[in-house]
């Protein structure tokens, strides 16, 4: 037996290596609660409740997509509302080619993973803070593109065609549910990810780049993954802002307004954590509910908030809850715990 | 002949981008940090300015005098109470007070100037222009503000090469820690730096807003120019953020010459094809 076997095994024989604390479990029943009674909303409240709950539903997907590009992948981009206007505006050239809109939302998301693969090779190109801009830059040349192309409106947006023969309650309703399938794919999506293979090696290509490539990690095609997934997610809400506002309108759309909501609203939830940007959206939803009657001043109110939640808070609201109370609702990292006794880390 | 004419018009337009775009080249050569509220910086100037035009009376060069200075002060506080408590909470951070930092600034200015589209009068210098063999006419403004820039690159560049301030900026820039060892101050040192680009980028806004129309929502498209100009041009180099600039300035220019709406999108398909095959830029780590 060599020395590093030997170790190993006493090691092993120490400690136990679990994923899920005890609190997942309960956590884990507790949720599937409050999907199920998500669900059945549309039959116990009107219209207007959940109405503004696809807002909110929006709002989780894009913040989850933001996080796993910025917050496991390490690629912080402010363009990600290019695959928001994509996907909008391929709902609406499908509709108008004849496909059910609501069916045109999961091809919408399947157009961006199209765009995107493109899109990635300039892209990568930058590194850190140049590639946040960059992206940017690209998001202004699809508004640009998509702005030349007459049969998509122009410049003063389009709206959607093929909702007009559905009832309006039970069109609210569908839109409700197709808002909550996707806000809970994305986090299903980003916990499934996370916990396999692809999710420790993007772990590490975010902690040391340089260490993860020379372990045997293709760093490049980590990243790439990461990438099209959050472009076909965000795409996928873009295709839900549009089935829900039944029209759109390029400057909104493409507007970098988008960036500013995932970025504060992961920030404020928690960057790194699937939990974060679940609670971060929350938050911000209650504030933009709350404050919505004061005009601009409650973007200047979001703006300090922001400021100061990356001075004070950096690992956010989840990050204090985490550390008060070690609760996990969807692990992906690893428990070790001492052979009868307490969590080691 | 209107060729040549948009390609004189665009070369005077790019420095003013690359005046505009020498702030945050310096910002992110000295500190690494991309300041995502140097648009908005410059818009603010611009209402500053337009809010002492018609509060006081006065004339728009004492204004500018007044504004230039005000700035870098300005400048020095921001970066003493905000950006380098940033730096010192990870790469993420600086990216986020910024990004923060100008959702703040446009809608302080949204609330009190309201969304309306404003103009900065600066008399018969703004609008009147001089005639080059008859086909080329340029403009004052635009011949100035030229000059202007080259003067500003200039300086700050003897400044960086030749003064020893500049000399311990050039030393924290290369390596902090080992810069704080032998004696610079490396706070005070990045506070000057801001000051700088904060006064850079006040001189351009206050041009930009006597050149053309602004609104308080401008700032971000305007920031896209100036990144702009710096990449093309190459990082850490102040000579490339002018060639960055001119070719910006003439690619915007030409393209709006084969068709209005292509303005934008010529400058930045430009920028990606630079990114594409010239990542390091024009200029790469000539100078400075």
């Known amino acids: 037996m060599t020395i590093s076997q030997m170790l190993t095994t006493r090691a092993t024989a120490a400690v136990d290596v679990t994923r899920a604390a005890r609190s997942s479990k309960l956590s884990a029943v507790a949720l599937l609660i409050a999907v199920a009674v998500l669900t059945a909303l549309p039959f116990l409240v009107f219209s207007t409740v959940t109405d503004t709950l696809v807002n909110l539903f929006v709002l989780v997907a894009l913040a989850s997509m933001w996080n796993l590009l910025a917050g496991f992948g390490g690629l912080v981009s402010v363009g990600q509302q290019a695959y928001i206007g994509i996907g909008a505006y391929s709902v609406i050239a499908l509709a108008d080619l004849g496909v059910q809109p609501y069916l045109a939302v999961p091809l919408a998301a399947l157009t961006c993973a199209v765009f995107a693969l493109p899109t990635s090779w300039p892209a990568f190109r930058l590194r850190g803070d140049y590639f946040a801009v960059g992206t940017w830059v690209i998001a202004e040349v699809y508004r640009l593109l998509v702005v030349r192309v007459d049969s998509l409106g122009g410049g003063s947006g389009k709206g959607l065609t093929g909702l007009s023969g559905i009832d309006q309650v039970l069109r609210g309703a569908l839109t409700y549910w197709v808002a909550l399938a996707l806000a809970l794919a994305t986090i299903a999506g980003c916990y499934l990810l996370l916990r396999g293979r692809l999710g420790l090696s993007l772990m590490a290509v975010r902690d040391e780049e340089t260490a993860a490539s020379s372990a045997g990690i293709d760093v490049r095609r980590a990243k790439q993954v990461v990438y099209l997934v959050s472009a076909v997610g965000c795409g996928a809400a873009g295709g839900v802002i549009t089935v829900s506002s039944l029209s759109v309108n390029p400057d909104a759309i493409f507007s970098v307004q988008w960036s500013a909501y995932m970025i504060f609203i992961v920030v404020i939830g928690g960057i790194g954590s699937i939990e974060g940007p679940l609670i971060g959206a929350v938050v911000f939803f209650g504030l933009q509910q709350l404050l919505s009657d004061y005009g601009s001043w409650y973007l200047v109110l979001l703006g300090a908030i922001g400021i100061a939640a990356a001075l004070r808070l950096p690992r956010g609201l989840w990050g204090l809850v985490r550390d008060r109370t070690g609760l996990s609702l969807f692990p992906v990292g690893y428990f070790v715990q001492k052979r009868d006794s307490d969590v080691v880390s | ?288």
Do not use: K
């Open chain 2, 1 to 288: 002949m209107g060729w040549l004419n948009a390609v004189v018009q665009g070369l005077l337009l790019g420095g003013l981008y690359a005046l505009f775009a020498t702030g945050l080249s310096l910002m992110f050569g000295v500190m690494r940090i991309v300041n995502l509220a140097h648009g908005d910086l410059a818009v603010v100037a611009s209402f500053l300015a337009l809010a002492l035009v018609s509060g006081t009376g006065l004339p728009l060069w004492v204004v500018l005098v007044v504004t230039v200075p005000l700035f870098a002060v300005l400048g020095y506080l921001t970066q003493r109470a905000l950006l380098q408590r940033s730096l010192s909470a990870g790469p993420l951070a600086t990216l986020l007070v910024t990004f923060g930092l100008s959702i703040v600034l446009q809608n302080v200015l949204l609330e009190i100037f309201s969304a309306d589209t404003r103009t900065l009068d600066g008399g018969s210098f703004a609008t009147g222009s001089f005639e080059l063999n008859g086909t080329i006419s340029v403009g004052y403004l635009s011949l100035t503000t030229f000059l202007l820039a080259c003067l500003a690159l200039t300086g700050i560049q003897l400044f960086l090469s030749r003064t020893g301030l500049g000399r311990m900026l050039r030393a924290s820039s290369d390596d902090r820690e080992t810069a704080n060892l032998v004696g610079a101050d490396s706070r005070h040192v990045y506070g000057i730096a801001t000051a700088i680009a904060f006064a850079t980028v006040a001189l351009a806004g206050l041009m930009f807003a006597i050149r053309s129309s602004f609104d308080p929502a401008i700032g971000p498209s305007r920031l896209i120019f100036a990144f702009e100009a710096v990449v093309i041009g190459g990082l850490g180099s102040l000579w490339g953020t002018l060639l960055g600039g001119v070719v910006l300035g003439v690619t915007q220019s030409v393209g709006a010459q084969i068709d209005p709406a292509l303005t934008l999108l010529a400058g930045h398909l430009v920028f990606l094809a630079v990114l594409a095959f010239r990542p390091q830029g024009l200029l790469a780590g000539r100078t400075t």
